[in-house]
């Protein structure tokens, strides 16, 4: 992972969110959602080789197979697709070592070029999810030349074994003074020249906190029409904003094959061809209401 290492004033701001991070994960300790935390596990500020004028999208947090295989062991060495903390080293001790801290943010950087990420969720190279809506726009999660560089983050840095959605207090983690402020910060050093929010109530969310974002009004995919989203512009960081009423990476694909609007089923909108139109839709959109701006 050598190879992927930010410069020197970068690796100082990530190595300062990487901290703030992880005081936030050991306070949780002392919290009722204690149990909710992967023992071993670090924060994820973001996932991918950040560069120049990159994409960045936006979920919720983490997932749980970031740190944990489907028998609930965690991934380790070759496996491991991020810095897991050795047995026995606290929170405390390993925000203190610059060594760890630095390792960490190698596999930040590393994330898209290493066999081990979460393609089930972020898509493979070429194929669909998240990468198959990405492509269409012209960019990828992955290295490939003449698309756009995409980073991803989240709303909140930190995986939990439950999902998100079936954790009782899931309102008061996002929308805490920390998540609100953390976000900001990240996006700040990740110097996005677009932002794709993934998931309705998610853009509700980033309009709330974010008092410089405008979204218009709700389109539809031509051939989707399920495939809703609205365009807008943040207007502190100078950039159009795009907000997903849905996720590419499993909303589609849980709904299945019922026949909806347009004579297709939900289970079409999963494909990576169908994935790669509304993609498209979404640029040629974006070009329309931008067109002097270099995406």
Known sequence: MNNYILDQIKNEEAKSLLIRATNYQAEILNTNLKNELIDRSTPVVWFGDPSPKNWVTIATNPSTREFLDGKDGLLLAGNARFYVREQ???????????????????????????????????????????EGL?????????????????IHTDFFPIATRSQMGKIKTKQDILNSPFAKNFLRDVLKFLEPSLIIILGKEHCRRFEDWEQEVHFGTLESANEFPNAKYQIGFHSRLNIPVVGL???????????????????????????KISLNTIGQEIMNSLQKQFPNYLF
């Open 134 to 150: 990405l492509n269409g726009m012209g960019g990828s999660l992955y290295d490939i030349k003449d698309f756009s560089r995409v």
């Open 245 to 271: 009423h849905f996720k590419p990476s499993e909303q589609f694909i849980g709904l299945g094959g019922r026949t909806v609007g347009n004579g297709k089923s939900h289970g079409s909108y999963a494909k």
């Open 88 to 130: 026995g080293v606290s929170l405390e001790e390993y925000v203190e070592n610059d060594i760890l801290l630095n390792k960490t943010i190698e596999y930040y950087c590393s994330y898209f070029h290493r066999e081990t990420a979460y393609r089930n969720w972020f898509g493979k190279p070429d194929g669909a999810r998240l």
